[in-house]
């Protein structure tokens, strides 16, 4: 009896061993694919110095000068952009192809509507393709830059996130968002105005080694070490091409201008919240270039005269 059991229970075994290897050769064989990970990161990130990326709204070239990062060769990158950028393109990888029915409709799409990425080394083009996604900006796909490649879903592992997004930027999006974005140790004087209130007006210089504020004879150095700080810090939250007024451009409310050791001048004037900009502070920086402000950042340098004293 046990030995007719033990039979039995090797025949079971034997067919459910044929039937796991007849669906391991189905699943092998059912247009399953084995794809390059690394087929659109096959270089060494460390010898990129160039990055192109090019659409139909604007064309952002990034490029490191031997000591930073430069956009379109007119200002300063905005450092962490720079980091996600290379992240992105560090972690992004090719999940699937897509079907084989919209593979050249998909790869039209994107060279057309879709941004064209170039990744350089010292003049060398090691990778091109093209980036772009669905409309509802869930899903990435990037097409290989040679005619007849294939379009691919691409994810970033572990994340649920739109990888095309930082390709689409343009080119504001990627400055510096420093207003005095300048060596600070070359600092020389720091000129406050109030224009409704002249009285709060003060202006700060180094005497002595220390910070003081002309015509304040006590001053409370903490608060005044902190208000340059948070001048020197003070970021753009964004850059826009212009901001509508109620009325004819008002004047400022305040103005704030730094001198270095060179006699230059860095300004950012500030105004009131106007009709495009929502809760947003105005500034207009260096008298050429609007941008908007987080009130709170505001707050923290939108400070009288009368604010220093003992």
Known sequence: MQERKNKRLAILLCALCCV?????????SDGAVEIDKNLFKSYDFKSINEVILE????????????AKWEVNDKFDADASMVEVLFATLQQAEPKRPLATS???????????????????????????????????KTQTYFCAGDAGEKSYLVTIPGYRVYAAGI????EKDWK???????NWRNFQRLETKFLQKTADNFNVALQDNFFAIDGLLSVDTAKLNDFLDDVSLLTVDEYVDTVIFESPKPSPVMVLTVKDIGQRAYTLELYRP???S????????NGSEW?????????????????FGK
Not at 20 to 28: D, F, K, Q
Not at 55 to 66: A, E, I, P, T, W
Not at 278 to 285: A, R, S
Request: proline share 3%; charged share 20%.
């Open 20 to 28: 796991t290897a007849v669906v391991y050769y189905l699943s092998r």
């Open 55 to 66: 659409s139909q709204k604007s064309k952002v070239q990034l490029k490191f000068n031997g």
């Open 102 to 136: 919209i593979q050249d409709s998909v790869c039209n799409a994107l060279r057309q509507t879709g941004v064209k990425v170039s990744v350089i080394a010292s003049g060398k083009a090691e990778s091109i393709f093209y980036a772009g996604g669905n409309a509802q």
């Open 167 to 170: 390709l689409e930027m343009g």
């Open 176 to 182: 510096n968002k420093y207003v005095f974005g300048f």
């Open 274 to 276: 106007s009709k495009n």
């Open 278 to 285: 929502g809760q947003m502070v105005p500034g207009l920086i």
């Open 291 to 307: 941008a908007l402000f987080d009130p709170r950042k505001i707050q923290n340098v939108f400070k009288p005269k009368a604010f």
